[in-house]
């Protein structure tokens, strides 16, 4: 189980942090993801982390603005999302998957386990 936590209203501008904790198991040795949706669209990639690499990976939209990290001993991830925009008003979610290869990571698709996802909304 994945559950999702941190949403909220932000101006444009502000700042939240996503919070994505695993219960009943634990997050080593997964590849874990954010992934947004706005109402009428598909599910779109926003970062993903390996858990043998350090390195996040990001959308080109949020690089630079977003950091995502994970502390595998509270099986925590995090998504820090500053400069928010309008249009990253979005319901958030989590993903996790066992050893995913880095040309799969931004499919939606490859990942089995998902929470119930965060209302982001950015508006003044």
């Known amino acids: 189980q994945l559950a999702e936590s941190g949403g909220g209203l932000v101006p444009p501008g502000g700042s939240l942090t996503l919070s994505c904790v695993a219960s009943?198991?634990?997050?080593?040795?997964?590849?874990v993801a954010w992934f947004r949706q706005v109402p009428g669209s598909e599910r779109e990639f926003v970062a993903a982390?390996?858990?043998?690499?350090?390195?996040?990976f990001y959308a080109n939209s949020v690089k630079g603005r977003f950091t995502m990290s994970r502390d595998n001993a509270k099986s925590t991830v995090y998504l820090r999302m500053n400069s928010l925009k309008t249009e990253d008003t979005a319901v958030y979610y989590c993903?996790?998957?066992?050893?995913?290869?880095?040309?799969?990571?931004?499919?939606?698709?490859?990942?089995?386990?998902w929470g119930q996802g965060a209302q982001v909304t950015v508006s003044s």
């Open positions: 993903a996790a998957d066992r050893q995913l290869i880095t040309s799969n990571l931004r499919n939606p698709s490859q990942y089995d386990y």
């Open positions: 982390l390996k858990w043998a690499n350090s390195n996040p």
């Open positions: 009943g198991r634990t997050l080593n040795g997964y590849t």
